[in-house]
């Protein structure tokens, strides 16, 4: 038995940490707190070593902050019609 001990203690520990990482994680995704400090932390680390991957992040985050074409003051959206 006292050789099982350490495995044990092992065993124990390693699932009271995946045990508390499953608290925390249900915890952030409640409360939707990770995204901000996320988001950033992933785009200061494609600023420094992927140039390319930084651009078309800035990129991603112009677009999806356009807004939605409106329709006409009058409700209708005209569309064009094509000759031919």
Do not use: C, N
């Not at 050789?3 to 939707?32: E, H, K, M, S």
């Not at 950033?40 to 677009?63: D, K, M, N």
């Amino acid at each position: 038995m006292h050789a099982l001990l350490p495995y044990l203690t092992l065993l124990g520990f390693l699932a009271a940490v995946l045990g508390f990482f499953t608290w925390l994680a249900r915890r952030i995704r409640r409360r939707g707190t990770a995204g901000g400090g996320m988001s950033g932390a992933l785009a200061a680390y494609e600023e420094a070593f992927r140039a390319t991957s930084h651009a078309s992040h800035h990129e991603i985050r112009a677009q999806g902050e356009r807004k939605a074409p409106t329709d006409s003051p009058d409700g209708l959206r005209r569309r064009r019609r094509r000759k031919g």
